[in-house]
């Protein structure tokens, strides 16, 4: 039951969740904050991990056509000229004639300020490039700027050259990348969702031309698999087929896949055909030739790119709105995030049932260092999420705090199990409890 009434409502007890509990602080918070930055606390940075490493998993080390790059995030600038992103990579902005407040034009409705309410004192609207421009090196000038990258698939791109001349994989194959990328967004909004600095995790997937459309059916089928694995039902995704005029300069063909989110049905990834769009903008400012010669043949052509573009933010954003949850147990009011087990932050809280009790406590230690141990020890998904010691407050308040940071199981220690060697382990989202012996867990 989840009796939040508005959107709002959703979003606002899962941002005040996130900041009492632990996962998502606003970034530079002692300081009055920094608008679009946010910073990820114990809970949060487990909860981020394990998406990354599922992803890393289920789309590189799993996988035989994949490799992975970890690029400087600081390039040269000829990579953002070349890539269009130093002509392109703008929104429009506008500016408030009375307050002077600026805005994204296409985030203004009825003509109306955001700000300061006035109707019809929106000026015209500029291109404002959103790329961060930095200096490398102690000189000021035209050939000393740089910019944080805007997204991590240039990396890949200016990689690709470097890849073919290691390792020369077979076609079709696809290069990976997680990493930060930084947009200096007009309006940074909606919790972590449009952030200024968030973190991306992309595909450079090569193939010959005339096969794409397979490539491009592949990977939409992959990401639906994806979004399963990390728990986000099938009815709360949506696919958009993003029309010639709203589509990325670098591309032929996108699908949006579009989440449910509290704050109204938006983007989660997005699945591009970049044709061969960025290798040849290196060919032709390089003086490099990026052509792929097929093993054993003289036929030579430079790839085209399908690219999976997700968002960890976003993820991350989608996933704790799917596990937040409000239930009753025994007329009292429960919150708790239904994370899939893979996910969890923490898998186990190891607990005595008292304290004060030196042989629980004893007992308990060793339960939970086996735990720790055994889980490390996993293999594949079942490694993620850690194992918490938690010996704080009574057993009911422990329950309650674990069930809020979306642990799935709580296992206590009480004096059966000094006699027989048998835990109690209490599941999440059931509540049940049941008897188990230590060598079963
Ligand atoms: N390389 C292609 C690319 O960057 P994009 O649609 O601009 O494409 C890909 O971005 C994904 O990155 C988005 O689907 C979203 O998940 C995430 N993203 C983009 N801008 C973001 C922002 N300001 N804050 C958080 N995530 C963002």
Redesign the pocket.
Known sequence: MNDKNTKNEKMEAIVSLAKRRGFIYQGSDIYGGLSGTWDFGPLGVALKRNIMNLWWKMFVSDREDMLGVDAAILMNQKVWQASGHVDTFSDPLVECNNCKARFRADHIENNTCPNCGKIGTMGEARQFNMMFQTHVGPVDDEASVSYLRP?T?QGIFTNYKNILDSYYPDLPFGLAQQGKAF?N?ISPRDF????RE?E?M?IEYFVDPAKWEESFEMWRKLVWDWCAVIGLPTESIHELEVPEDKR?HYSKRTIDFEFDFPIGKE????L?YRTDFDLMNIQNNSGKSMDYNIKGTNTKFVPHVI?P???V??TIMAVLSIAYTEDEINGEKRVFLKFPEHLAPIKYAVSPLLKNKPELVAKAREVYNILKKKQAGMPGLSSLGGVAWDDNGNIGKRYRRQDEIGTPYCVVIDFDTLENDTITIRERDTTEQKRVAISEL
């Open positions: 997204e698939a947009r967004e972590i969702f449009r952030s968030f991306q992309e990325a983007e989660l990834l997005g591009a690219e573009s997700f968002g933010e976003r």
